[in-house]
C-alpha cells in the first residue's frame, strides 16, 4: 500500500531564512501526483505546489520550489524567504491513477521574527 | 466567489446524538470528499463520492453516513455509532475524480465536540 511519512512532527526557522521540509513516500506505480497543502491557523487547508512524476524538472511557484527524487521516492519541499505567514501545517499527498489521495501527518512550521 | 462552505464552525452534540455536517459546493466540482482530521493524524479519508447518487466509504467510515443527492452538496451524518466523533472534520472537491492531476479544494471545516 501506498504510504506518505513526514518525518520532522515540527520544525522552526528564522524570518527571511530558507526552510526545507521533508516528504518520503512508498508506490510501485510510475505515473502519479505529489501535492503539497499548507493549513495556516485558520484550518483553511490550501495547495501550495504540486509535482508530476514524469516530469524530471522540480516545481517551483514563488518561494515555495520542490527537490523530487523519483528513484529515492522524496519530495521536499523548500521555502525561501520565509514570511510570518507561512507559519502553518504543511501535508504533502500523494494520489496515483485509480487511487485516493493520500495525506502524510504534517509538519507544524513555526516562524520566528 | 467560487468555494466551499461548511457549517457550522462549530457543533456540538450530546453522546448519543445523531449529528449531520453540511457541505455545499459553488465550483460544479464533480467529485467530493470527507476527511477527518485528528492531532497528529493529518487526514483520513471517511467517504467520497465521484457523481452524483453514487458514494464509497474511505478509510474510516464506521458511524458514518452521507448522502450526494446533489452535485453541489455532500452531507455528512456522525452517528451515535461512531465511538471517537470529537474532531475536526473537512470536506473537499475536486474537478474530476479520476485525474490525478487536480487539486482538492477545501471548505473551512466543522469542529465538532461529543460531550
Known amino acids: 500500500a501506498q504510504t506518505v511519512t513526514q518525518s520532522q512532527p515540527e520544525m522552526s526557522v528564522q524570518e527571511a531564512e530558507t526552510v526545507t521540509l521533508s516528504c518520503t513516500y512508498d508506490?510501485?506505480?510510475?505515473?502519479?501526483?505529489l501535492f503539497w497543502y499548507k493549513q495556516p491557523p485558520s484550518r483553511q487547508m490550501i495547495l501550495v505546489i504540486r509535482?508530476?512524476?514524469?516530469?524530471?524538472q522540480n516545481a517551483t511557484e514563488n518561494r515555495f520550489s520542490v527537490n523530487f527524487q523519483k528513484a529515492a521516492k522524496s519530495f521536499s519541499l523548500k521555502i525561501s524567504d520565509s514570511q510570518l505567514g507561512d507559519a502553518a501545517m504543511y501535508f504533502c499527498a500523494y494520489r496515483s491513477a485509480g487511487d485516493k489521495i493520500i495525506f502524510g501527518k504534517g509538519t507544524r512550521l513555526h516562524i520566528l521574527p | 466567489d467560487g468555494g466551499i462552505t461548511q457549517s457550522p464552525k462549530y457543533l456540538f452534540r450530546k453522546e448519543g446524538q445523531n449529528v449531520t455536517l453540511s457541505c455545499e459546493q459553488n465550483l460544479n466540482h464533480d467529485a467530493m470528499y470527507w476527511y477527518r482530521q485528528d492531532p497528529g493524524q493529518g487526514l483520513r479519508l471517511i467517504y467520497y463520492?465521484?457523481?452524483?447518487?453514487?458514494?464509497q466509504k474511505g478509510d474510516i467510515a464506521e458511524g458514518y453516513s452521507v448522502s450526494r443527492e446533489k452535485k453541489e452538496s455532500f452531507p455528512l451524518t456522525v452517528t451515535s455509532a461512531q465511538k471517537n466523533p470529537t474532531a475536526f472534520y473537512l470536506c473537499a472537491s475536486s474537478n474530476f475524480y479520476r485525474d490525478i492531476s487536480y487539486e482538492q479544494y477545501f471548505g473551512p471545516g466543522t469542529r465538532l465536540t461529543v460531550t
Open positions: 463520492s465521484q457523481i452524483v447518487n453514487d458514494f
Open positions: 508506490t510501485s506505480e510510475s505515473d502519479y501526483y
Open positions: 509535482q508530476e512524476a514524469y516530469k524530471q
